[in-house]
């Protein structure tokens, strides 16, 4: 059964750092991995969705990577600002026809 | 606008009254999904449809039903609601013709509580 863990579960940092979150996974038989942002009493927002082929994703000061083997990704976060204050949550579906799995998100706070 | 719509967005409700969630999406996706979230246990995926008349358990199903008649509307019924499932619910769709294949974009969320 495929379990999805995220470190660290909340992260506080100062504005203007480079910061990386993990999502690790069990089962490396994944489809795609995506990222996403959810502001408080929001709606889930896609960040980035990297294919099982691909190993990274790029958009604007976001990369996302991939190791499938290791069963791990990163989201690595360029210069953080205030607005980049959110739960970040990573999701994995086995096949594109299976159930998503998701992590538990980690709770980011960029101090101005 | 393209979007992910829920009705309604609050709804408190008391044990064994039938209730239903609706949710639509204006971008002709194939693939629909329904969420719930539960503080400690995260977003866990309830049922799924890959089309018109399919629809899959997710990891929760338990007391809930689906139906998926026309492609933009998937409906989630509560037959006998209750409070283990007062939680928030997110309905979300995804254009890919290949299931989860693509992006998936998320409705606002419904707060259902269950007395």
């Known amino acids: 059964k495929q379990e999805v863990t995220q470190i660290p579960a909340a992260l506080s940092v100062p504005e203007g750092e480079n910061l990386v979150l993990n999502c690790s996974f069990t089962?490396?038989?994944?489809?795609?991995l995506q990222w996403f942002r959810q502001d408080p009493g929001k709606g889930l927002t896609s960040l980035l969705l990297?294919?099982?082929?691909?190993r990274e994703q790029t958009s604007g000061r976001l990369n996302a990577s991939l190791d499938k083997s290791s069963g791990r990704s990163t989201l690595y976060i360029a210069a953080s600002q205030p607005g980049d204050s959110a739960t970040y949550l990573c999701?994995?579906?086995?096949?594109?026809?299976?159930?998503?799995?998701f992590g538990p998100g980690t709770s980011l706070s960029v101090i101005p | 606008e393209a979007q992910v719509t829920q009705n309604p967005r609050y709804l408190i409700t008391v044990t064994g009254k039938k209730l239903t969630v609706t949710c639509s999406q204006n971008m002709n996706h194939e693939y629909m999904s329904w969420y719930r979230q539960d503080p400690g246990l995260g977003l866990r995926q309830i049922y799924y449809s890959m089309n018109v008349e399919v629809t899959d358990k997710g990891d929760v199903p338990e007391g809930y039903k689906v139906s998926r008649k026309e492609k933009r509307n998937f409906p989630l019924i509560l037959e006998s609601p209750s409070p283990n499932q007062t939680s928030l619910y997110f309905c979300?769709?995804?254009?890919?013709?290949?299931?989860?294949?693509?992006?998936?974009?998320f409705g606002p969320g419904t707060r259902l509580t269950v007395l």
């Open positions: 979300a769709s995804s254009p890919g013709v290949a299931g989860v294949s693509d992006t998936q974009y």
């Open positions: 089962d490396s038989a994944i489809y795609n």
């Open positions: 990297i294919q099982s082929s691909q």
């Open positions: 999701a994995v579906p086995k096949t594109s026809y299976d159930k998503v799995i």
